[in-house]
């Protein structure tokens, strides 16, 4: 992905660039994981990396035992 960001291939908005950092910071669960969960959720919710339209999008693809998960994606959503 670095080479095709260099050769011109696509560009990064704010949104990719905070997206590729906090997968970086998910590499702190090997220390804590609930900490690291508590980051991320906060880093999607301040940097309003997911929007309701894409939860939306999610709720309809996952199994109908986990729509709790979207309850979740929802309030980290704007």
């Known amino acids: 992905m670095f080479f095709s960001y260099i050769q011109g291939i696509f560009r990064l908005g704010r949104r990719e660039i905070v997206g590729i950092g906090l997968i970086g910071v998910s590499f702190l669960a ?3 994981w609930i900490a690291t969960i508590i980051i991320v959720l906060l880093g999607f919710k301040v940097f309003g990396i997911i929007s309701n339209r894409e939860v939306k999008i999610v ?3 996952i199994p109908s035992n986990l ?12």
């Open 59 to 61: 709720e309809n693809f």
């Open 30 to 32: 090997m220390v804590n």
């Open 67 to 78: 729509k709790r998960v979207t309850k979740i994606l929802y309030l980290v959503a704007k």
